[in-house]
């Protein structure tokens, strides 16, 4: 990555023009070390993102939408407290250094002006996200640094404010280039190496592009030739920065995978694919917005993996306590056959007797029946019956609570195959929405988005030419199944398993044996046993599926199903796959 200080400054420089008097009105923090802040500019409402995460540091306007939580961080609540209303004043940098400073207008509780700023450092590993305070003093940072950490500086709350420590090394922005040449002449190293070792705020990718022409020397090798050839380098880089009508903002790909990107014509990828942006924001969007979001999806996969765990183990412990209940209940007709023999026998014993002896008129046994010493003989009686009520009524209790735990575990089944499934952020939301919807989750809020980016559905269409539709996502499955199929359509689902519901549009008329063959195929290659052999298929009618009362998001009953056994070939079925425009 070219994320360097002479980066930063043109980047700090885009930014100054397009935030300068930007009122801040929301503030929020996708995660523990990125912040984003909503500004109403004079021309319109712009989004400034910070982020601190190691690797992908930076600070740019953004188009992009993200999620919050819904318990804000506690640096987050900060941010809020001191900047919302308060007006950018400039976006400074310090010199030859990764870092951006957003000073700003603000009021504080007292109703008095104030100057607070954020020292948005974006150093790698220790980058971090700082609040400043009016007189200097740190109010908070996302990355709290104490004197075990760093001897150079600290960074806590009511710690004075100080600059990161620099190197000893030239200043690219203030240095001359004779000094810089002159300091690459005495080293051994080839001489990109040797200007990255001397000289402050390039990285490596413009020290080679400054070294293009002279790279194949060593810097104690260079003669006046090649020291002309890298002062011109050098200069090519410092006009960059300082003209903006100079800049070339771009991206180098080598296939489909970014390499780098920088203000200037990198010359040194040759035959590598390269896009061209208007603005450095536009292009730290492109570049990392695809690498956030994975990052992003798979911490989310991770999360709701785990919580989907916790539920299903919850549910395990609560089916073998109920399992557990249930078998306590099998004395129920004990008690029963206590209350006739006691109710038989009332003459035979007394209040104060510890049990009687009784004959078992059914077997014709003696049997013995513990008493309650302290009741009477009906009352004994009584209290047995009463037992085999309870127990009665218990057993049948447990027995429709245990049904509804395989329909959860069922359930849970379903959706951590939807986890596995997804692939956008959007599907990530929709199944955490479902969990929240149906009480598995508390406190998630999502935005709610009015043109959705991604289909819901797997779209097919066979070799005769008939549509076949597969969900997504449990919400996805009960849309098609409730509300898109007509009632001749053929519904499919893989048997004993979690899967799509798959709809095959047959028109009206009577689907082709090869059609509802592929059909089936698609439904058991979107399943969670799509890799193995014979898979079991239910098809019915459309109109024969419906959704039980109080059933779960996706979860429906059919009947007049038939079952088919099919083995998916995925090259196959993915020459079937209609790619859907947006």
């Not at 987050?76 to 007006?87: V, Y």
């Not at 700082?130 to 004197?147: H, P, Q």
């Not at 990052?295 to 395990?316: A, F, G, H, P, Y």
Request: proline share 3%.
């Amino acid at each position: 990555m070219a994320l360097d200080a002479a980066m930063v400054y043109v980047a700090a420089e885009e930014l100054d023009t397009l935030l300068k008097g930007a009122r801040v009105e929301k503030i929020y923090m996708p995660s523990r070390d990125e912040a984003v802040f909503s500004m109403r500019t004079r021309e319109k409402r712009r989004t400034l993102f910070l982020s601190a995460r190691s690797g992908t540091a930076r600070a740019h306007v953004t188009d992009e939408e993200f999620e919050y939580p819904a318990v804000p961080p506690a640096f987050c609540m900060l941010l809020r407290k001191h900047l919302i209303g308060a007006r950018i004043t400039s976006v400074d940098t310090i010199e030859d250094d990764r870092v951006m400073l957003f000073r700003f207008d603000a009021l504080n509780e007292m109703g008095e002006k104030v100057a607070p700023f954020i020292s948005a450092e974006m150093m790698g590993r220790y980058s971090n996200l700082v609040l400043v305070g009016d007189d200097g003093t740190i109010l908070d940072a996302v990355k709290r640094i104490d004197s075990t950490q760093s001897e150079l500086r600290e960074i806590l709350p009511g710690t004075a404010f100080t600059e990161p420590p620099k190197p000893e090394k030239i200043p690219f922005m203030s240095g001359n280039e004779e000094d810089i040449i002159a300091a690459v002449r005495k080293s051994s190293r080839i001489v990109s190496a040797a200007l990255l070792q001397v000289v402050s705020g390039l990285s490596p990718l413009l020290c080679r592009e400054a070294a293009l022409e002279v790279d194949d020397q060593t810097g104690d090798m260079l003669d006046d030739t090649g020291a002309a050839k890298l002062a011109d380098g050098l200069r090519r880089i410092k006009d960059a920065i300082s003209d903006p009508g100079k800049r070339e903002y771009s991206i180098i790909y080598d296939g489909e995978k970014p390499v780098e990107y920088s203000f200037i014509d990198l010359r040194q990828y040759k035959g590598l694919r390269k896009e061209q942006f208007e603005s450095a924001s536009q292009m730290f969007d492109s570049y990392y917005s695809s690498r956030d979001r994975l990052e992003r999806m798979r911490t989310r996969s991770q999360d709701l993996t785990k919580q989907v765990k916790q539920l299903i183990e919850r549910n395990v412990r609560k089916q073998n306590a109920r399992r557990e209940e249930l078998a306590d209940t099998s004395r129920a007709d004990e008690k029963k056959l206590y209350g006739e023999l006691l109710t038989a026998n009332l003459h035979t014993f007394k209040k104060g007797d510890r049990e009687v002896k009784v004959i078992n008129y059914y077997t014709g046994e003696e049997c013995r029946i513990p008493l309650d010493v302290t009741k009477g003989p009906n009352e004994n009686a009584q209290k047995y019956y009463k037992d085999y009520r309870k127990l009665h009524t218990a057993a049948d209790v447990l027995k429709r609570l245990l049904q509804e735990g395989e329909d959860e575990a069922e359930y849970f089944r379903q959706v951590q195959y939807e986890i596995e499934l997804a692939r956008t952020e959007e599907e990530f939301i929709d199944i955490r929405k479902e969990l929240r919807d149906a009480g598995y989750l508390k406190g998630f809020r999502y935005k709610e988005r009015g043109n959705r980016k991604s289909d819901p559905f797997f779209r097919y269409r066979t070799d005769e030419g008939l549509e076949v539709i597969a969900g997504r996502n449990n919400t996805a499955n009960e849309r098609l199944s409730l509300r898109m199929a007509e009632g001749k359509d053929i519904w499919l689902h893989v048997k004993g398993a979690a899967g799509s519901h798959v709809i095959l549009r047959c028109e009206g008329i009577e689907p082709d044996e090869k059609s509802l063959t592929q059909a089936c195929e698609i439904a058991a290659y979107h399943s969670s046993i799509k890799n193995g052999q014979l898979v079991a298929v239910d098809y019915t009618e459309a109109r024969r599926v419906k959704k039980a009362a109080n059933a779960r998001t996706g979860m429906v009953i059919y009947t007049n199903q038939k079952t088919a056994y099919v083995t998916p070939d995925p090259e196959k079925l993915e020459k079937l796959r209609v790619t859907r425009s947006r």
